[in-house]
Structure formats: structure tokens, C-alpha cells
């Protein structure tokens, strides 16, 4: 069997087993949004929408409607990224988790950087879709001549103050950029060319509008974490306060009180750090989503500044450096907020814990004392009853011995007709102690029964 004719056998195969639903769409991940092959010179412009997460289908729709209005291939349903030629300029489109990227390549027409225009196509497909523009990057890829791109020249693109360059991939390209908004409206950034192979070329150009992007997305936390640190902050001292208050000893005798008045100041204050606790859940919940989103975007940023593999231009801050300095301070505060969220949640759970238990303590001294009252009335009680049980078999053999001894005094008569000699008197003394025991014994096992029929 040779070879061909083997695979054919395999793959019939495995068309007739139970795949995993998912194993196509795994493998394809990993070959989702791949570099561009790239040629010198070239002008790139990337629009990074912020859309959310639940625009997802509304977004597919506007991009069908654009690929049938300009005769271009319709995507598959549920694609994240689609590439497609209008002319000779690429367009890219690009969903990921809560943004939309849509990118431009267009051929550089002119040796100048940034004197490309944008495609008014995209910007009137961009004008129907949904979101906000949070990324607009133009990046002029070309070709290094050292007579043209000397620093002089290229500081004259930028705002000097904060022009920031390094060498990329062994020394194999050169980068500009100060990370501002230019009157255009977009971050510049100029890369020039030595010796880059078009697939490495894109490679390098796509890490450096990932930084672009990734950058905006990780500093959207910082407003929140500003904010939430203010909040925080009087949170904090709101539970110190609380805290003061539990710390008071449990035993209010000392100052006057009783064990109502702590069950009741206790009450009051397990409301107020319930109230406490559900303001931090609540903060917590406004801004976790966005504090670890920030956290995942700066991971991706020092990857992404990994890879470029950054070589020092004398006189200049690399793009690491610069990031390094004015970034990691604003992704410090978000994760020392998220630290104080998390400490703040925990110290007031844990005040909770200890207020409810103080709480049950008390409830169950209370409790103690009043089964102990309850005890000694039941005892009373049954002292009570015993006595007034007592009374009541007197009365009731009284009743019954003169019962006995009217009967005798009627019946004296009959008696003497028929000869006998009946005393009433000794009748009636005689039956005290029988009728008195008989008496006894019945209440006696009528209360055993009583007894006997009552759960314990």
C-alpha cells in the first residue's frame, strides 16, 4: 500500500469516528490573525474600536453588508478575522474580546513617512459600526537611508520631549515614535528598514500596533482605580470605626449596661457591617472586570516588547524604557487598589464572622438564663401540683367516705327490720384507709399514662 493510498485509509477513518466538535475550531485558533507579508515601503493604519462584548453579532452583519456591497468574498459565520483586497490596499478586520481592530495596508506612494491618506472606504464602513474609537496608530514602514532618516529629519516628525527609538530585532530595523496624538489625529510611528525579510517585517510591524493598542486598553483601568482608591479610602475608615465599637468588652455590666442593651448594639452593628460589606462587594464587582483586564493587557505588552528584542539609540529612551517609566506606575495603582479591594473584603467578612459569633454567644447566654428561670418556675410549678395533687385526693376520698356513710345511715333501717346490727359510724371509719388508697392508686397511674403519652 503506498503512501497516498495509506492517508486516503486514514482519513476515511477518521471521518467515521466521534471527533471532538471542537477539535477543528482549536487547531484554526492557532492559526487566527497571522502576520502580514509585508513590502518596503508600506503605510499601515490601525482603528481599534472599543465595542464591548455584546455587539458581536451586530458587528458580523456590518461586515457582510460591506464585502456584498463591494463584491468581495463573504465570511464564514462566527470568523473573528477576515482579510480582504479593495484595490491594492488590504483591509484587515480583526474581533477580539471587547474590541474591533480594522487595519489598512496600503503601498507608500511617496518617500515621505505619513503623508498617506486613509482609504475612504474603510472610514465609511468604520462610520456604520458600533463602539468608540479608543486607537488610531499610523505606522510608515521604509526603506533606512542614512542621508534621508538623519536624526535631525526624523525629530522634526515628532514631539521631541518625548521621542522615543531603539533598534529591533538584532539591529535589523530602526523605530520612531513619541507615543502622542498628532494633529492628524493618529500616534505616529516610523519604521525604518535595513535588513528585514517581508514575513519578519510583519511580524515586527504587527508587535508594535499590538503595543499600540494594548497600551489604551490597559490604561482604561487607571480612571477606575483612581477612583475606587478614594472610595476605598473612606471605606476603610469606616470599618476602623466599626471595628473600634467590636473591640468594646462583651461584658457590659462594667459600664452599666445588660446583656439586652449588647444584643442590640451588637444587631445595629452587624447591620452596619453588612451595609459596609455589600458597598465593597458592589465597588468590587464595578471594577474587577476592568483591574484584571488591565492586568492580561500588560502581560501582552511586555510580551509583545520581548519579541522586538530592543537595542539602546544612544540619546533616546527605548519603547520598553519609556513603557517601564510611565506605564508600570498607572498598572501598579490598579493592582495595589485590587490588593486593597481584596484585603478591605477579607478584614470586613472576617469583623462579620466575629460579630455574628459574639452575637450567638449572647443569644445563648440569654437563652441559658431564661431556661434556667423556665427550670425553677416548672419546678415551682410541680411543687404546686404535687401539693394541690395532694389536696385533691383528700378532697376526693371525703367525698366518696360521705357518700359511704349516707348510704349506711339510709340502709340503718332495712338493717334493724331484718336483725342486723349496723353502725354507720364504724362503716364509714372503717373505709377511710381503703377508699383514701384506691383514691391514690387511680391518680397515680392516670398520671403514669399522662405521662407515658407526652413526647420528651
Not at 336483725?419 to 377508699?435: A, D, Q, R
Request: charge should be neutral; charged fraction near 25%; glycine fraction near 4%.
Amino acid at each position: 500500500m503506498n503512501e497516498q493510498n495509506f492517508s486516503t485509509k486514514v482519513a476515511d477513518w477518521l471521518s467515521e469516528q466521534q471527533c471532538h466538535p471542537l477539535r477543528y475550531d482549536l487547531t484554526e485558533e492557532l492559526h487566527a490573525r497571522p502576520f502580514e507579508s509585508l513590502q518596503t515601503p508600506a503605510d499601515i493604519f490601525l482603528f481599534a474600536k472599543f465595542t464591548g462584548e455584546e455587539s458581536r453579532d451586530n458587528e458580523f452583519s456590518h461586515l457582510q453588508n460591506f464585502c456584498q456591497q463591494h463584491q468581495l468574498a463573504t465570511p464564514k459565520v462566527g470568523v473573528r478575522h477576515h482579510r480582504m483586497y479593495v484595490g491594492d490596499d488590504l483591509i484587515r478586520w480583526e474581533r477580539h474580546g471587547e474590541f474591533t481592530t480594522f487595519s489598512l495596508i496600503t503601498s507608500a506612494n511617496s518617500e515621505q513617512p505619513f503623508d498617506a491618506e486613509v482609504s475612504s472606504i474603510l472610514l465609511d464602513w468604520m462610520s456604520n459600526t458600533e463602539g468608540q474609537i479608543l486607537v488610531a496608530t499610523q505606522l510608515s514602514i521604509r526603506e533606512y537611508n542614512a542621508e534621508a532618516h538623519t536624526e535631525e529629519n526624523v525629530v522634526k516628525l515628532f514631539n521631541r520631549a518625548s521621542l522615543v527609538s531603539s533598534k529591533l530585532a538584532s539591529e535589523e530595523a530602526k523605530v520612531w515614535t513619541d507615543l502622542r496624538i498628532h494633529e492628524s489625529g493618529f500616534n505616529r510611528i516610523l519604521l525604518l528598514n535595513d535588513k528585514l525579510r517581508n514575513r519578519k517585517l510583519g511580524r515586527v510591524a504587527q508587535r508594535l500596533m499590538n503595543i499600540s493598542t494594548y497600551r489604551n486598553l490597559a490604561l482604561l483601568a487607571l480612571p477606575i482605580a483612581q477612583k475606587a482608591s478614594h472610595e476605598l479610602a473612606d471605606l476603610d475608615r469606616q470599618l476602623s470605626i466599626l471595628l473600634d465599637e467590636l473591640s468594646i468588652p462583651s461584658d457590659y455590666t462594667d459600664i452599666g449596661g445588660d446583656r439586652a442593651s449588647r444584643i442590640e448594639l451588637d444587631s445595629k452593628m452587624l447591620r452596619s457591617l453588612t451595609a459596609l460589606s455589600m458597598q465593597i462587594q458592589s465597588l468590587s464587582t464595578q471594577s474587577r472586570y476592568r483591574l484584571s483586564a488591565a492586568d492580561a493587557y500588560y502581560a501582552l505588552i511586555n510580551s509583545r516588547l520581548t519579541e522586538l528584542n530592543e537595542t539602546r539609540v544612544i540619546g533616546f529612551q527605548t519603547i520598553g524604557e519609556f513603557l517601564q517609566r510611565r506605564l508600570s506606575p498607572a498598572m501598579r495603582t490598579c493592582t495595589s487598589v485590587q490588593g486593597r479591594l481584596e484585603d478591605l473584603s477579607n478584614r470586613t467578612s472576617r469583623a462579620v464572622d466575629l460579630l455574628r459569633t459574639r452575637l450567638d454567644l449572647t443569644l445563648e447566654h440569654q437563652n441559658h438564663s431564661l431556661l434556667e428561670s423556665m427550670n425553677k418556675r416548672v419546678l415551682a410549678q410541680m411543687r404546686l401540683q404535687q401539693t394541690v395533687e395532694g389536696l385533691s385526693i383528700a378532697a376526693i376520698t371525703y367525698y366518696i367516705i360521705s357518700l359511704i356513710g349516707y348510704l349506711t345511715k339510709s340502709t340503718d333501717g332495712l338493717a334493724s327490720q331484718l336483725g342486723l346490727s349496723i353502725s354507720p359510724e364504724v362503716i364509714t371509719g372503717l373505709s377511710v384507709l381503703p377508699v383514701g388508697f384506691l383514691v391514690w392508686y387511680s391518680v397515680r397511674r392516670i398520671k403514669r399514662k399522662i405521662l407515658e403519652k407526652t413526647p420528651n
